[in-house]
């Protein structure tokens, strides 16, 4: 029973690059969608003078 410990519980414990890559991601992809939130709006209204 000692032995199926190892298969939930891998020895590497290298989680911090995936949570660094995956929160990058999150932060452009919402950086994104917050810059079309703000410059459509502009864009119309500059196009409109």
């Known amino acids: 029973m000692a032995n199926s ?7 590497n414990d290298n989680t911090l690059i995936p949570i660094i890559i995956i929160a990058g991601l999150f932060f ?4 994104v ?3 079309n939130c703000v410059l459509i709006p ?8």
């Open 5 to 11: 410990n190892i298969l939930f519980y891998p020895n």
């Open 28 to 31: 452009i992809l919402g950086l």
């Open 33 to 35: 969608a917050w810059a």
């Open 42 to 49: 502009c864009t119309k209204t500059i196009n409109k003078k």
